[in-house]
């Protein structure tokens, strides 16, 4: 793989190229307006270097095989930072579609426009004391401390791009021992292409959160086809302190021409525990990896997603789980339904480090093709360098039964809604099994419902 | 990441350190012995003219030279394929010489004129050949290095009109047979190793089962690696006819060499309609001393196509051997109702890695295939599973099954799954299942318990772990597999 490409002129002299050019610009323009930290300006510059160095991911890495960028780097021209912190009118939600995904609770909301927090929507009670919960913007200026040293530990070129770039985002930072009840609820509306926001949550030990991640955009005609206009590029960054307890949605609905790549890492002290779900239905192209590192004794990472797919759309979801104190438990759960010729990708891996005894890992990917042009990848890994652990996994692909199919014809229900009935089922029961608070599985089941609206309609 | 590992930590729950750690030194090799007998070698190096020299040298006609030609060229703008889990040092593919044959004035006529050396070393291996032939009631094609030197039961065996000969004979017999199906299932250019046999293979054995003829004996060859410096690409090629069936054994052992040896061999099998292809192989070649030193490479591409419909490939392999194990015996289901199997078992102890696995292809309707896999590390061996399940837009009704299971003993070695799932059509049927686990003190004990000593425990243990392999295999390789997965676990607990 070459990392940079060279080309010879014409005169002999020679000019190197690299996926950072068209973002270049903007940057020094970025760069040279932003009033940031010192040690800010270096790492930005440093990610900036490190992404063109690796340019964007490619289906010759092993990790990309199955993710094809190309929608995204083929979109012209390429996307550019936004110079400047000026969410325009534009690119705000509307009332009513903000409406349709705010949770039916009190919540600590922020909005993000292309990846700036906008005040005017973000809304909450009184935060309690040992809570800090802030745009990105405004923790550089009265909190710098909490971001210092929280860059760059993301594998990968997006992550990369990310840290350069990025223009705003939200920390949420709980001293030891506080449990905030009111859950936080992040809403990312994109419109633009090159939306760089971050999402940085630090439990001290023995605290607790709730946070809702939601990542919107234009619903548009409803074909997933034709070029990328928008795209929203995360990354998450979460430290658990001993004992602390995180419980994490995350519910990817944005349009038909948007590409969404998110990177979250997760590192996990004794005892902590990380409650994630994510229900992906969203996107033309979509992208989520997810890093957890179970590096205390008895950390416990739990996974349930499901991606429900259709039209021309593609989704990778991408876990792994490294087990690096003793007795980690982690537990996957990932469903996929694939219609229309849409294209679902799973890669998982989970790991345990040499001396991580008495690991408990287990895996499941089960999906569903209901189309004849619908593709499914799935690629459940294992690498066990312990010899004191109980590993396992499993991967499915198949369609709906036919025996469960007549069984509810034959009590008079029409073909369509018994369809309609195990479609549900198949990927409600993942939902159900994240154990997740009531108001957020509410979210999360609506979520599944206007999907299934959307495909009989 | 590394630096948040768990180094310091005590080692709680774990097994006494005298029973299930640590590697002890076994009674080395036991096949580990060097015949000396003079050998006719190309110069070290590889270029057109090695290609060129080693057709000259087997009398090839002008068509095969080409074709050896076109694979070198594509060869030469290939990279060794780096995505597997495998520590390789560097090859130096100029270093090694692509042509060994024993000398000999004449080809030999009968077993009389056999060189004696090379008897003798049959012998040691126990292979049956003339009367012990007979007794064992199996037919040997014998490799020793690149040319074969007798062949058995062949009068017999052409009666049914099988032809069962080595790859040189039959290039010079069946040219239509060979030039019709050589490269059609592994073409020259599908993998660096592949191409690489195409262009310098040295001989092999050629199998033809004629429309209707099932095979009344167990087929097998022993291959064996000898001279030093003398990388070994055997070529096989077997093609069972409409209704035709076949069961081949492959078995293999090889001296003790302190040099890395490159063995990169081809397999290709195809079945047309209603046939049946059992293809069963025993590995054990030299697989280095307990520090990682010497021991084979083997980097070997097995493909076969299930052409006809209801055509049947079942590949079963006990893998024991070599340094280095980069092996995927795949199926290509391509007719109506075919059916692919694979069924392994893979030990890595010492230093010993391992990354194999199968490719089962589902191109035809209500095709099914079924993976068994069996890891087992120790000492510090590394074992991948790596396989692709794949359904194409036209197999409907498609089935696939695959189980892997991973045994750890010790705390030093690793076992990786990395299955590979690929499906496009809904009326598909895919399902995997994988678990690693070590074995347990619970059961050493229990048999321990009972008198058997721990290296017998073991023994009983992992052959109870491998049972729905070892089943597969022909009577003769069940019992000599169970025997080598004893020997490969010598030294691992104790």
Not at chain 2, 241 to 252: I, P, R, T
Request: aromatic share 8%.
């Amino acid at each position: 793989m070459p990392i940079w490409s060279m080309r010879l002129e014409a005169g002999g002299a020679m000019l190197m190229t690299d996926d950072s050019a068209p973002f270049r610009e903007g940057f020094d323009q970025m760069l040279a307006t932003a009033a940031e930290p010192v040690w800010l300006t270096f790492r930005r510059r440093a990610e900036m270097d490190r992404f063109a160095l690796l340019g964007f991911p490619t289906r010759r890495q092993e990790a990309w095989r199955f993710t094809d960028l190309e929608p995204l780097t083929a979109a012209a021209p390429l996307p550019m930072a936004a110079p400047l912190p000026m969410a325009m009118a534009d690119d705000l939600p509307s009332p009513a579609s903000l409406a349709l995904w705010l949770l039916p609770v009190t919540t600590h909301r922020l909005v993000l426009a292309n990846g700036h927090v906008v005040p005017s929507l973000s809304a909450g009670p009184p935060l309690p004391d040992g809570v800090w919960l802030a745009s990105v913007a405004e923790t550089l200026r009265r909190r710098p401390d909490l971001l210092e040293g929280a860059f760059g530990d993301e594998d990968g070129a997006l992550a990369a791009l990310n840290a350069a770039l990025f223009t705003d985002g939200v920390v949420l930072a709980l001293e030891p021992g506080v449990t905030l009840e009111t859950p936080v609820e992040v809403i990312h509306h994109t419109t633009a292409a090159g939306a760089h926001a971050r999402l940085h949550i630090a439990l001290g030990a023995g605290s607790r959160a709730t946070v809702v991640e939601t990542a919107i955009g234009p619903v548009g005609d409803g074909a997933a086809a034709g070029p990328v206009t928008s795209w929203g590029n995360t990354v998450g960054v979460v430290t658990l302190g001993a004992d602390a307890v995180l419980t994490h949605l995350h519910i990817q609905a944005e349009g038909p021409a948007a590409c969404h790549t998110a990177a979250v890492r997760a590192v996990l002290a004794d005892r902590a525990r990380y409650d994630a779900c994510a229900v992906i239905t969203g996107a033309r192209l979509s992208r989520r990896d997810m890093a957890v590192v179970l590096a205390g004794d008895e950390a416990e990472f739990r996974l349930y997603g499901a991606y429900l797919l259709d039209g021309g759309q593609e989704a990778t979801l991408s876990v792994r789980a490294d087990h690096l104190g003793l007795g980690c438990r982690t537990d996957e759960v990932v469903k996929g339904v694939l219609a229309g010729a849409s294209h679902g990708v799973f890669l998982g891996t989970l790991a345990v480090a040499p001396g991580a005894d008495g690991a408990d890992a287990r895996q499941v990917n089960r999906n569903l093709l209901l189309s004849p042009t619908a593709r499914v990848d799935t690629k459940p890994e294992l690498e066990i360098l312990a010899d004191d652990v109980k590993c396992a996994h499993g991967a499915t692909v198949g369609s709906l039964d036919e025996a469960a199919l007549f069984y509810l014809q034959a009590r008079g229900i029409d073909p369509e809604t018994a369809r309609r009935m195990l479609v549900e089922a198949f990927a409600a029961e993942v939902l159900d099994a994240a154990g997740l608070p009531t108001a957020l599985a509410e979210l999360a089941h609506r979520h599944l419902w206007r999907w299934l609206d959307g495909r009989d309609s | 990441m590394s630096d948040i590992t768990t180094a310091n930590r005590p080692a709680s729950n774990a097994p006494a350190p005298d029973v299930l750690d640590g590697i002890v030194q076994g009674d080395g090799y036991k096949y580990g012995f060097v015949t000396e007998v003079e050998t006719d070698d190309a110069p070290p190096g590889l270029n057109e003219d090695t290609v060129r020299f080693i057709s000259a040298k087997k009398g090839e006609p002008a068509w095969l030279l080409e074709w050896r030609l076109k694979a070198f060229r594509r060869w030469r703008t290939m990279a060794p394929p780096d995505w597997a889990k495998l520590d390789i040092a560097p090859i130096d593919y100029q270093a090694a010489s692509y042509y060994s044959a024993p000398k000999a004035a004449a080809g030999p006529k009968s077993l009389d004129e056999v060189d004696p050396e090379l008897l003798k070393t049959y012998e040691k291996l126990g292979i049956p050949l003339g009367e012990r032939a007979a007794l064992a009631g199996v037919a040997v094609d014998a490799v020793f290095d690149s040319v074969s030197v007798a062949t058995t039961f062949k009068d017999k065996l052409a009666d049914l009109g099988i032809i069962f000969c080595s790859f040189g004979e039959a290039v010079r017999e069946h040219p239509d047979l060979v030039r019709r199906y050589l490269g059609s299932v592994v073409p020259q250019g599908d993998n660096f190793f592949a191409a690489l046999n195409s262009a310098v293979f040295s001989d092999g054995s050629f199998v033809y089962v004629p429309p209707g003829v099932r095979c009344p004996m167990e087929l097998s060859t022993y291959f064996r690696i000898n001279a030093a410096k003398t990388g070994q690409f055997e070529r096989t090629l077997l093609i069972a006819d409409k209704g035709a069936y076949v069961s081949y054994l492959e078995g293999c052992t090889a001296p003790q060499r302190d040099e890395n040896q490159l063995h990169a061999a081809v397999v290709e099998l195809v079945a047309m309609e209603d046939a049946e292809i059992k293809y069963a192989t025993v590995q054990n070649w030299y697989p280095g001393d307990e520090n990682g030193k010497g021991g084979i490479y083997n980097f070997v591409t097995k493909r076969g196509a299930c052409r006809g419909a209801r055509s049947k490939i079942s590949w079963a392999q006990v893998e024991t051997g070599s340094a280095i194990t980069w092996k995927y015996p795949s199926c290509l289901l391509e007719g109506e109702g075919a059916t692919g199997a694979f069924y392994s078992v893979a030990i890595t102890n010492n230093r010993q890695q391992a990354d194999t696995g199968t490719k089962m292809i589902h191109i035809g309707r209500n095709t099914t295939s079924t993976v068994i896999s069996k890891g087992i590390s120790a000492g510090r061996g590394q074992n991948t599973y790596r396989g692709q399940v794949k359904v194409l837009s036209g197999a409907d009704g498609a089935r696939n099954y695959t189980q892997c299971d991973s045994l750890l003993i010790g705390k030093r070695c690793g076992a990786h799954t990395v299955p590979y799932l690929d499906v496009r059509h809904p009326g598909a049927t895919v399902e995997h299942e994988a678990t690693t686990s070590k074995i347990s003190d619970d059961q050493m004990f229990y048999c321990q318990q009972r008198g058997l000593t721990a290296e017998d425990a073991l023994s009983l243990i992992v052959n109870g772990f491998c049972k729905e392999v070892l089943n597969e295999l022909p009577m003769e390789f069940a019992v000599e597999a169970q025997k080598l997965l004893a020997v490969s676990l010598e030294g691992s607990v104790g």
